[in-house]
């Protein structure tokens, strides 16, 4: 047979084999269940699909998860169906699914985010060696493999990935970390900048740890807004909800600062290389690890001797690349499908050429898609090389300004009420709960970060300063920082920084995006860490000081008519727990007496420029 006629030849068997897995995965797969034994005696409940009437050796993939398999009427997992793994699976793979420790069949102890294992003690377990234990298995006990392996995984899952590349098994020959958390105290699912993000990790703490599948965080009211604000402190989750059940609640309580607990779990600190081929990926609108995928990348960096390390950055939400095309993202348009871009020109090749040797295309170290412009880019770095900083000042008048400020007095500065018992809304109300509204929670959810600032614009706890419209482009190309000269009445204040886009008032392509605000990037700060996690310290009342706010880099072209803005306040609800505003050592045990409104103030005079940073080309 001709080459030309051999490859007509596969692809007609690969599109009828996708045809036939759309509609059911048993007509393609052979099944194995297994309770796989790990070296304490632990049995993990593990699925294993195997494709049927294949000539070649597959290689495995392998996806350690605590959410279960999703599966079908015949018991069959629907990732087998969906967008995620289609390019995948239509060059041939052993799919292999497990439930970690604890969940749903599997034996043992769960534990939500579990450390590295000591390795001082021959008995000591973590998810490494649990993934190590189910690969010698594999090996040993499924038919028909080349002997390699490639884990992939997202938010949860991906950390899992991440874990397992401690201490690698020699046969895993490709990683891919999805939406990872990579420090939760810094910047991922539990916390962002000290602040807990209560609103969606209590409903998860109870979801997970009080059953063995999903329970369901008893939320009495559709709007999650109106349910926190109702409940006052969180201390009242223990006595009313929790009830000892809940132990990452616990350990909340026990470990308020960023001590061991937290950094022994920080894997964007604690891991040091990539053993085999690893590909990071992250969305830019992604509103629980924007952080991780980053940070882990980057830590990763420093001893990449042999060029395994990359990151892809999309235009996404949380893990929605898996299963949309990626051409839009609420209002906002991308130009074109670019979560079917990555599934197929990006992480199928990717795993082929680890675990097939089918090498089609060379990755860049980050690919990253820019928005605004709407194009990807292929960076030898991430952050980029070569970039130069520029600053806009926050001028008298709601002004943003890239000339710093001349004026110096009193009169030179911005205040505002902040009212624990008010707080700004993270998205527009009401919040829908996932019990009561889950379609709508999740939607909403998904496209938080790109849903319209003005919602919570113009209030008077929201502070707001803006370019005229823009005579030409301005490019956003790494890190972008917020540097505040801020003062309180009170001990403790959280600071909310948002860089956003704004459209000019007509649009005649979409006129609904008339005037839009599109949040480019936002970050909040705990205000008791701005020196320190280890070690909070109150604010001095009246006292100004710097403070420093990371937004996180970005890559985002503000274009020629629209105009930049910043958006300053103290609350982010109920996304993020309430600051009382008074100092409490334990704000997880604040009383409902200790929240109290206090006057903030931005100023923005020549001795203090409060500006916002970022890097350029």
Known sequence: MSPRLAAFAVLTLALAASAQTATDPSLVFDKLEAMVPMRDGVKLQTHVYVPKQSKEKLPFLLMRTPYGFDADAKGFTRWLVKPWLQDLLRDGYIVV????????????LFELERPPRDRTSSKAIDEGTDTWDTVDWLLAHVPNHNGRVGMLGASVPGRLVTMAMYEPHPAIKAFSPQAAPGDNFKGDDDYHGGALRAGVMAPFFFDMETSKEF??????????????????????????YFKGSVKSWKDFVAHPTYDAYWKSRAVASTLKSAPAPTLHVGGEYDQEDRRGPMATFQALEANDTKGFNHLVLGPWAHRTWRNDDGDHLGRLAFGSATAKFFRAEVQAPFFACALKDACTTTLPKALVFQT???????????????????????????????EAPTAEGGGEADAWVSDPARPVPSQPRPVATPNLAPDAARDAWAESLATDQRFSDGRPDVRTWSTPPLAGDVTVAGEVTARLFFATTGADADLVVKLIDVEPELNKADPLLGGFEHLVCGEILRGRFR?????????????????NVDLLPRSHVFKKGHRIMVQVQSSWFPLYDRNPQTWVPNLLLAKDSDFVAQTHTVFRSKSRPSRVTFASP
């Open 97 to 108: 699914m497990q439930s970690v420790r604890g969940r749903f069949k599997s034996e043992g």
């Open 215 to 240: 329970g369901e965080f008893p939320v009495d009211r559709l709007d999650l807004y109106d349910f926190f604000l109702s409940l006052g402190s969180l201390a009242h989750l223990e006595e009313r």
């Open 372 to 402: 605004g412009s709407n194009v990807w880019q292929r960076l030898d770095a991430w952050p980029p090389k070569g970039t130069t900083e520029k600053s806009l000042y926050l001028r008298a008048g709601g002004l943003l300004s890239f």
């Open 531 to 547: 020196e320190s996690f280890e070690t909070p310290k109150p604010f001095t009342p009246g006292k100004a000081e710097a403070v």
